[in-house]
């Protein structure tokens, strides 16, 4: 910021994206108590038990890792003003496969591929609101 190459938006996005992160890593791995270790690789065999069986539960789980993520992909918005969609995607699933290995690996959740999937389809769409909101910041600036 000191020597205009952040805009303040872009310093406190990165803060927050940081400490947001960090939230989820502590919520989704470091706080829960170590067990067996676990997983799915059946990629969407939520979306069949929800579907097939009406297991609303197990809905209600996947949106809430979709909505975890709609944030990272919001400040990856307003820190990375030129980010594309697909990177946002790829950052998202990146950080995303970061807690799922560190759940495998510690014994402390599910590895599963949905839970991936979600978080980054929570990232693109956090991305893509926000990148609205910009358009239309713009627009109403314009009248």
């Known amino acids: 910021m000191k020597y205009g190459k952040l805009e ?20 989704t791995v470091f706080t829960r108590t170590s067990g067996k270790r676990m997983y799915e690789l059946i990629p969407f065999w939520s979306w069949r038990k929800v579907i097939f069986e009406h297991d609303f539960m ?6 809430l890792n979709m909505l975890l993520f709609v944030p990272i992909g919001g400040l990856l918005e307003l820190c990375l ?21 560190s759940q495998l690996i510690l014994c402390r959740g599910w590895f ?3 839970d991936m999937i979600h978080n980054t ?23």
Do not use: H, P
């Open 58 to 63: 197990l809905l209600e789980e996947n949106l």
């Open 8 to 27: 303040k938006t872009q310093f406190f996005a990165v803060i927050a994206l940081y400490v947001f992160v960090s939230i989820v890593f502590g919520s």
């Open 121 to 143: 389809l929570g990232c693109v769409c956090g991305y893509l609101i926000v990148k609205k909101l910009y358009v239309l910041k713009r627009k109403m600036a314009d009248y």
């Open 112 to 114: 599963e591929w949905d």
């Open 81 to 101: 003003k030129r980010i594309k969609w697909k990177q946002a995607a790829s950052i998202g699933l990146g950080i995303s496969v970061v807690i799922e290995l």
